[in-house]
């Protein structure tokens, strides 16, 4: 018995990315919820995407239910999500547990997130636009507002995963990090073929536009990865990824901070306890939005440091 529980908790360790990046009421709720999805779905043999697949449907149900003015509906989505979010747990722990890694996985895995809050935007500007008196009188508003809160929302979530993948990359290596160049995936979109792989190339398209869009936001962490290329040529000492760790770990709290939780905690409240939908896109126009700045801010001091260092010629042993 003691065995068995033993193992147990070696396969959940395995499952998570790393404790570095895991927030906490994801190790409390979320990750051991994925896990028993994802036991369950390896013995019954469900892949990893076909569970994105089907978070993606309860997300959108989720939204669908964030139309109502109704309390119970609005619980019923607030469990859907729910549901859905802990099947995104399960996709990536399923695939560690399974080494079912793919690219394509990691992009579906992004826009299942996408397709929830696409819903979910719809349905506050719907339901806005029947229940308060301001937004009926001026309907086009909340849809703009909508329209730069997803803008934003996608630049949060954008660079939370960013950061935390480059973290990763120094603390695991290339293998327990999803890190990408833009440079890597305009090589592989060009190889491929619109006659013969068109849903690979238009996938690839739109992965490799996203990659850019991080690398432009990051200037001094590209010449950080640059000066680390030419300096060690792909074989960063121990030493230098200790210092990186230690300087980034501190801001992976902001990194989830950006990632679901804390957003869902926002919606509830404003749906389910102060009934007014619209104040979500208040608290990710400017609660977040500061903690985006701040983060990325912090984050480029930390690498253009680290240039400054190695051009002084610091040795990381």
């Known amino acids: 018995m003691a065995e068995?529980?033993?193992?147990?908790?070696s396969g959940f360790k395995d499952s998570l990315k790393s404790m570095d990046t895991e927030e906490t009421f994801d190790l409390i709720f979320y990750r051991p919820i994925g896990y028993a999805w994802a036991c369950l779905a390896?013995?019954?043999g469900i892949t990893p995407n076909a569970i994105t697949i089907a978070s993606i449907f309860l997300g959108v149900g989720a939204?669908?239910?964030f139309y109502f003015n109704d309390l119970w509906i609005n619980i019923a989505g607030v469990i859907l999500l729910v549901w859905a979010d802990s099947f995104d747990s399960a996709d990536g722990q399923l695939a560690r547990m399974t080494k079912q890694y793919s690219r394509i996985g990691r992009i579906l895995d992004g826009l299942s997130g996408d397709f929830w809050f696409a819903a979910i935007y719809i349905a506050i500007c719907l339901r806005e636009n029947v229940t308060s008196e301001f937004f009926m009188d001026h309907k086009w508003v909340i849809w703009v507002v909508a329209v730069v809160t997803g803008i934003v929302h996608g630049t949060q979530a954008a660079m939370a995963d960013y950061y935390r993948q480059f973290h990763l990359y120094f603390l695991k290596g290339e293998d327990g990090s999803?890190?990408?160049?833009?440079?890597n995936l305009w090589e592989k979109y060009h190889s491929l073929s619109w006659k013969h792989n068109f849903w690979q190339k238009l996938t690839m398209m739109f992965y490799t536009n996203y990659t850019v869009g991080q690398e432009k936001r990051t200037p001094w962490m590209q010449r950080l990865r640059k000066a680390l290329r030419e300096k060690y040529h792909g074989n960063i000492p121990q030493g230098f990824r200790d210092?990186?760790?230690?300087k980034s770990k501190p801001l992976m709290k902001y990194t989830n901070i950006l990632s679901f939780n804390t957003r869902t905690f926002a919606l509830f409240a404003a749906i389910l306890i102060f009934r007014m939908p619209w104040l979500y896109f208040a608290f990710e126009l400017t609660v977040l939005n500061f903690i985006l700045i701040y983060m990325m801010v912090r984050h480029e001091r930390i690498c253009r440091n680290f240039c400054e260092e190695l051009k002084e010629g610091k040795e990381f042993n």
């Open 4 to 9: 068995n529980n033993t193992e147990k908790k």
């Open 42 to 44: 390896k013995k019954l």
């Open 63 to 65: 939204g669908i239910c």
């Open 178 to 183: 999803e890190l990408e160049t833009a440079s």
């Open 243 to 246: 210092a990186f760790r230690a």
